[in-house]
Every structure is written in C-alpha cells, then in structure tokens.
C-alpha cells in the first residue's frame, strides 16, 4: 500500500478520548486513533460520502 495521509475527524473533540482518522483516497479508510495498531475499516468512497450525509442531516440545528 502506498503512503496514505490521515486526519482527525471534525465531530472527533478536543478532549483526545474518542477520536477517529480518516485516510480518503481510492477507498476511504478510518482508524481509531488509541488502537492503530488494530487496523482499520475501508469504505467505498460513495458509502462513507453518504454516511457523512446521514450524519449531518441527524445533526441539531442551532
């Protein structure tokens, strides 16, 4: 595999507990960031696209 870059979740926090990395690319690839050792889950990138949908549609508006 080549060199894939990370980065933190947006609705990941500050507090450093519970954040996740996302690797988008030909297939999109996200980490917990305390347990990289474990691996990762891959997504197609029109799966996670629409999951991130749903996510933001489910969230309250201020």
């Given at each position: 595999m080549s060199h894939r870059t990370w980065h933190k979740?947006?609705?990941s926090g500050s507090?450093?507990?519970e954040r996740v990395e996302v690797s988008?690319?030909?297939?999109?690839l996200v980490r917990?960031?305390?347990?990289r050792e474990?691996?990762?889950l891959s997504f197609p990138p029109?799966?996670?696209?629409?999951f991130l949908g749903e996510?933001?549609?489910?969230?309250?508006?201020?």
């Amino acid at each position: 595999m080549s060199h894939r870059t990370w980065h933190k979740g947006s609705y990941s926090g500050s507090g450093g507990a519970e954040r996740v990395e996302v690797s988008e690319g030909e297939t999109v690839l996200v980490r917990d960031t305390q347990n990289r050792e474990l691996g990762h889950l891959s997504f197609p990138p029109a799966a996670w696209q629409a999951f991130l949908g749903e996510v933001k549609a489910e969230q309250p508006r201020p």
